[in-house]
T-cell receptor, first 114, second 112 residues
Framework: DAGVIQSPRHEVTEMGQEVTLRCKPISGHNSLFWYRQTMMRGLELLIYFNNNVPIDDSGMPEDRFSAKMPNASFSTLKIQPSEPRDSAVYFC????????????FGPGTRLTVL | GDSVTQMEGPVTLSEEAFLTINCTYT??????LFWYVQYPGEGLQLLLK?????DKGSNKGFEATYRKETTSFHLEKGSVQVSDSAVYFCALIFSGTYKYIFGTGTRLKVLA
């Protein structure tokens, strides 16, 4: 079985540019999570989708960040405009039900904003 | 509030040494407890879990027991290998909720 797929694996961009991160969850999972990992703040939950609907976006840092899930097999996290402090590893994870359940993480996208 | 506390790292051991990584939690109810492992350049993956008091989770030679009386879920392995070098995260989640509470992670380095 394919796990969670993320692309790109690495992204280097300049401040002010738009960045789009992509995620394909495990087939059959109905919950999807976006996390950000930094040395200073550890793992932070940015947004949670259940059945393609955003349930909790309280972790999204500011309006520059947006996430969509147009169907059960695809999600995007967009940063516009990007800033150097957005540099981090961004993980997508999916789970069967989302509630009290094991989450399966993708390999992450390492974003560097110059 | 609910929280997870892990021992500071890095933990550096020689191959075949005994490993303990401490994890304690504060919770208002009875959560499920997890250990996730993150190998270099990869995402987190489930190592083991326990859903109720006195349950023991085990996988790949690692073990952890859910101790309600001490609110702990310490990770142990009898003989570590170089390939166990990774960051280990303790986490909790309540039944019926979706949000994990993760510890800060403990980096393990195993030397040959």
């Amino acid at each position: 079985d394919a796990g969670v797929i993320q692309s790109p694996r690495h992204e280097v961009t300049e401040m002010g540019q738009e960045v789009t991160l992509r995620c394909k969850p495990i087939s059959g999972h109905n919950s999807l999570f976006w996390y950000r990992q930094t040395m200073m703040r550890g793992l932070e939950l940015l947004i949670y989708f259940n059945n393609n609907v955003p349930i909790d976006d309280s972790g999204m840092p500011e309006d520059r960040f947006s996430a969509k899930m147009p169907n059960a097999s695809f999600s995007t996290l967009k940063i516009q405009p990007s800033e150097p402090r957005d540099s981090a590893v961004y993980f997508c994870a999916s789970s069967g039900t989302g509630f009290g359940d094991t989450q399966y993480f993708g390999p992450g996208t390492r974003l560097t904003v110059l | 509030g609910d929280s997870v506390t892990q021992m500071e790292g890095p933990v550096t051991l020689s191959e075949e040494a005994f490993l303990t990584i401490n994890c304690t939690y504060t919770a208002t109810g009875y959560p499920s407890l997890f250990w996730y492992v993150q190998y270099p350049g990869e995402g987190l993956q489930l190592l083991l879990k326990a859903t109720k008091a006195d349950d023991k989770g085990s996988n790949k030679g690692f073990e952890a027991t859910y101790r309600k009386e001490t609110t702990s879920f310490h990770l142990e392995k009898g003989s570590v290998q170089v390939s166990d070098s990774a960051v280990y995260f303790c986490a909790l989640i309540f039944s019926g909720t979706y949000k994990y509470i993760f510890g800060t992670g403990t980096r393990l380095k195993v030397l040959a």
